[in-house]
T-cell receptor, first 111, second 113 residues
């Protein structure tokens, strides 16, 4: 399974756009890229998933370059409530027992 | 939120005692997962199930066993709890395997003294 590398923490201010980049140099052909958000004392919550190029939903955008060795989660106009830990996952249907969330990126949004 | 509950939500036990955590879903999802979360490690997969009586090991399965006799219930058992198993345990459910959107339960905080 492709290992992911994310920044440990990031700071931002309300109203700004936040981009969190995840590196996954060993991504396999059948691997998808998925991002989760976790608030303190809660389970993670799905944000977005993609395979290539760009995916957008009501919460975020996911940018994946052609070589798929990295991906960027973009959160538009963050608010204080976006303060959370964000996890990047890479895996496919055959990821089997090696799916891991990694340490995640702790985003702090300041007023 | 997806219909997924965990019980108990908090438990304190002593080393060497057996512990069973329960995950219950009302969504009829095929896949169920047990993760543990520790500071500095993110979430790590313990075991998962892809159907009734069908289970497989995750990354950190040593010391844990699971059972799934009904679609809606997935049990995680620590046969003889150790202090290293002090953690927060999350159950998750999904439909399409490990790339699927997974819906997580509220977690169980287990302390082994």
């Amino acid at each position: 399974l492709a290992k992911t590398t994310q920044p440990i923490s990031m700071d931002s201010y309300e109203g700004q756009e936040v981009n969190i980049t995840c590196s996954h140099n060993n991504i396999a052909t059948n691997d998808y890229i998925t991002w989760y958000q976790q608030f303190p004392s809660q389970g993670p919550r799905f944000i977005i998933q993609g395979y290539k190029t760009k995916v957008t939903n009501e919460v975020a955008s996911l940018f994946i370059p052609a070589d798929r060795k990295s991906s960027t989660l973009s959160l538009p106009r963050v608010s204080l409530s976006d303060t959370a830990v964000y996890y990047c996952l890479v895996g496919g249907d055959n990821a089997g027992n090696m799916l891991t969330f990694g340490g995640g990126t702790r985003l702090m949004v300041k007023p | 939120d997806a219909g997924i509950t965990q019980s108990p939500r908090h438990k304190v036990t002593e080393t060497g005692t057996p512990v069973t955590l329960r995950c219950h879903q009302t969504e009829n999802h095929r896949y169920m997962y047990w993760y543990r979360q520790d500071p500095g490690h993110g979430l790590r997969l313990i075991h998962y199930s892809y159907g009734v009586k069908d289970t497989d090991k995750g990354e950190v399965s040593d010391g844990y066993s699971v059972s799934r006799s009904k679609t809606e219930d997935f049990l995680l058992t620590l046969e003889s709890a150790t202090s290293s198993q002090t953690s927060v345990y999350f159950c998750a459910i999904g439909d399409r395997g490990l790339i699927d959107t997974q819906y997580f339960g509220p977690g169980t905080r287990l302390t082994v003294l």
